[in-house]
């Protein structure tokens, strides 16, 4: 009979872990989902945008430990998915230019990791964790206009060890 108990409990263990895996990236589903399907599936967006000129839609859906996965989700004038990305690579980080304003960034990529404000610099400071063979994070410079001045690759200080400053 224990047999039993721990035989249901673990189909009901890999079910549930089979379904949160379902709900945490957009892959099962095709274009032409809705958006009610979708939002459904996945819950609330982090980020709603409109793409230009076209009546179209995009949905941002941060996941993961950490935020190191940004899905986007674009959706036709009808509220039908047309395709899906996970937009955190470091092609997407390198496509970014100087001169990008803080809603096309937000588009491009979605909402940062973190945030900084660097008072010295009149800047503010996104940096994006992601996955990759470093532990590392991308970084992203922003003007008091809204505008990427810089960006580039850092440590992500939640890989760094914390060492004892006894001895200096």
């Known amino acids: 009979m224990n047999m039993n108990c721990n035989a249901s409990l673990a189909v ?4 549930a872990s089979l379904c949160a895996c ?8 095709a274009p032409g989902a ?15 945008y409109q793409l230009p000129g076209s009546g179209n839609k995009r949905l941002e859906f941060a996941r993961g430990p950490f935020g190191k996965h940004t899905y986007m989700l674009d959706f036709d004038a009808s509220g039908r998915m ?8 470091e092609n997407n980080f390198n496509a970014l230019r100087t001169g990008t304003s803080r809603d096309d960034l937000l588009m491009s990529l979605g909402h940062p990791s973190d945030v900084k404000t660097l008072p ?11 996955e990759g063979p470093f532990c590392q994070w991308f970084q992203v410079g922003l003007d008091a206009r809204g505008q990427v001045v810089d960006t580039g690759y850092g440590p992500d200080p939640m890989c760094t060890e914390r060492l004892p400053l006894s001895g200096l």
């Open 34 to 48: 809705t958006i009610a399907d979708v939002t459904q599936a996945m819950g609330r967006p982090t980020g709603e």
């Open 82 to 89: 047309v395709s899906s990305q996970q937009v955190l690579s």
């Open 22 to 29: 379902t709900a945490y990236a957009p892959t099962r589903f």
């Open 12 to 15: 009901v263990v890999v079910a």
């Open 120 to 130: 010295y610099q009149q800047r503010l400071l996104w940096s994006y964790r992601y």
